[in-house]
């Protein structure tokens, strides 16, 4: 019969890690908001397209077919 092999040498101690970092508090410039600045920015991303898969699902969905195949399963 073969002998075992020996086992590995342990291996040596793990660095201790260091402390998380402290969260970090963000002021909010409340005193600085521009309200026209923000409307702007508001209708700027109004426009957007985030998710063109929204709006393409709702293109496939307004099909005749796809409708009709809808209102026949509820």
């Known amino acids: 019969t073969p002998s075992p092999s ?3 040498p342990p291996s040596p101690p793990r660095e201790q890690s260091p402390p998380p970092p402290p969260p ?3 002021e909010i410039p ?3 908001f521009v309200r026209q600045t923000a409307f702007n ?3 700027t991303l109004k426009s957007k ?3 063109p898969e929204r709006r393409l699902t709702d293109e ?3 099909f005749p077919l796809i409708e009709a195949e809808f209102r026949n399963r509820h």
Do not use: E, H, I
């Open 6 to 8: 020996p086992s590995p």
């Open 24 to 26: 970090v508090v963000t």
């Open 30 to 32: 409340r005193s600085r």
């Open 41 to 43: 920015r508001y209708q």
């Open 49 to 51: 397209d985030f998710k």
């Open 60 to 62: 496939v969905l307004a």
